[in-house]
């Protein structure tokens, strides 16, 4: 399991982590607060105060590559 902390500032970049995200098997999830929603669900994304910031639980061993995909949101 992998903790990060990202930053979604535009529309563009959740869509753009969403796909990202999609591409893996990993299952993943964002927290903000006391909410928890699924990193791969757009929709789940949006609900979210996107002015603040995410910490991604990534629930996979091997998540060098998807980190390495995703470095242009991490704080």
Known sequence: MTEINIKLTAINDV???VNIVNGYDYDC????????VDAKSIMGLFSLDLSKELKL???GDDSELF???IKKFVV
């Not at 999830?29 to 928890?36: A, E, R, S």
């Open 29 to 36: 999830d964002i927290t903000v607060g006391k909410y928890v």
């Open 57 to 59: 639980t990534v629930h």
């Open 15 to 17: 869509k753009e982590f």
């Open 67 to 69: 980190v390495d995909k």
